[in-house]
């Protein structure tokens, strides 16, 4: 079992199936891996099997047949699943499910119940509201906060007790377009400060622009996998086009110096242009 050690999420023919009498195969042979502080996004028609996928992975489900391994371990083999979920794993849904008479603050420390004293739990989710911008909410309720914040201390919660997995069922569902990029970045962010996997199920292809990777499921079997460049090579190719990206490209130096880009950036922007390296720096 050493060499899936390097995976935090292997499925091995995963497959799922309902009912008795009309069977449906909501996951049928599906065998995806997913590497330490990978962002991937499921995406897939309504009924394709992505909220079936993401519940075998938490351990929410079980599988009819095939293997769900985290972090290199055979959620088979694991008989406390309550300490599993609430170590490995922080759950996000579409319905953030925050308790209506807790205030925000207190909803974060619930997952850290019974494995921090009371002190610990309220300097941690403190902590984790401000990291998701809401230090001055922690005492409201879930009905004081709009849908985005309500989602933001979902997210507080889900990092709760520091998972290296956050499984998120449509997160943005419910959320504007605006709140929904806000979450989006916030989730990225954090996926690249803690170095956190994510698996994020969404139907919105500007969502899942963002991520790493792209798994796209139907009737329950992986359909295709689209890698997603960067944000920055995205960037890039839309500046290729822009007046900027033509200046350099033209070499129009004396332009460029009124714009005050400092040379050596230029180079690597020049090449990065012109497409010959994708490592050039630009930091
Ligand atoms: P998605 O999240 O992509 O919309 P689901 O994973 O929820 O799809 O469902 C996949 C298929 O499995 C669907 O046909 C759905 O009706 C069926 N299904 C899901 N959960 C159950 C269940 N508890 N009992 C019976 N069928 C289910
Ligand atoms: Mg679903």
Redesign the pocket.
């Known amino acids: 079992m050493t060499e899936t050690k390097e995976w935090v999420v292997e499925t091995q023919d995963l497959t799922r199936i309902?009912?008795d009498g009309e069977e449906?195969r909501?996951l049928d042979g599906v065998s995806l891996r997913v590497a330490p502080g990978e962002f991937v996004a499921v995406m897939?028609p309504?009924?394709?099997?992505?909220?079936?996928l993401l519940n075998m992975i938490g351990a929410l489900d079980k599988p009819t047949s095939g293997r769900v391994l985290v972090g290199g371990q055979d959620l088979a083999t694991i008989r406390n699943k309550d300490s599993f979920r609430s170590k490995t794993v922080g759950f996000m849904f579409q319905l953030h499910n925050l308790l209506p008479t807790l205030t925000a603050i207190e909803n974060v420390e619930v997952p850290m119940m019974g494995y921090l004293r009371s002190r610990e739990r309220h300097e941690r989710a403190e902590h984790l509201l401000s990291l998701v911008g809401l230090a001055d909410r922690i005492k409201h309720l879930p009905n004081q906060l709009s849908g985005g914040q309500r989602q933001r201390v979902a997210v507080a919660r889900a990092l709760a007790n520091n998972p290296p997995l956050v499984l998120a069922d449509e997160p943005t569902g419910n959320l504007d377009t605006e709140a929904g990029e806000e979450l989006m970045e916030l989730l990225r962010d954090l996926n690249q400060s803690q170095g956190t996997t994510y698996v994020v199920?969404t139907h919105d292809p500007a969502v899942a622009r963002q991520t790493n990777r792209i798994v796209v499921?139907e009737d329950g079997k992986i359909a295709r996998e689209d890698i997603v460049s960067s944000p920055l090579e995205e960037d890039l190719k839309m500046w290729r086009h822009s007046d900027l990206g033509q200046r350099i490209l033209n070499g129009d130096e004396e332009a460029l110096q009124t714009l005050g880009i400092p040379h050596s950036k230029l180079e690597a922007l020049e090449l990065v242009l012109k497409n010959k390296t994708q490592e050039a720096e630009l930091e």
């Open positions: 309902y009912g449906i909501a897939g309504s009924g394709s099997g992505k909220s079936t199920v499921l």
